[in-house]
């Protein structure tokens, strides 16, 4: 997952660099987005395994 967000980030750079506004703020907002669903997944796991070690 933390590879399609890197791929829609560098998606919206190239769209941003070449002017295609929309595009590039479509990107960006999709790079968010997965970020932020790695983000939960990655601390739900960490969670889920400190409780498993005890």
């Known amino acids: ?3 399609w967000t890197l791929v829609f980030l560098v ?3 190239v769209a941003g660099l070449f ?3 929309g595009i590039a703020s479509a990107s960006a ?3 968010q987005l997965l970020f ?3 983000i939960v997944l990655f601390l739900i796991s960490l969670v889920v395994g400190a ?3 005890r």
């Open 19 to 21: 002017g295609f506004g």
């Open 1 to 3: 997952m933390l590879y």
């Open 51 to 53: 409780m498993r070690n």
């Open 36 to 38: 932020g669903v790695f």
């Open 29 to 31: 907002g999709i790079a």
């Open 11 to 13: 998606v919206a750079l």
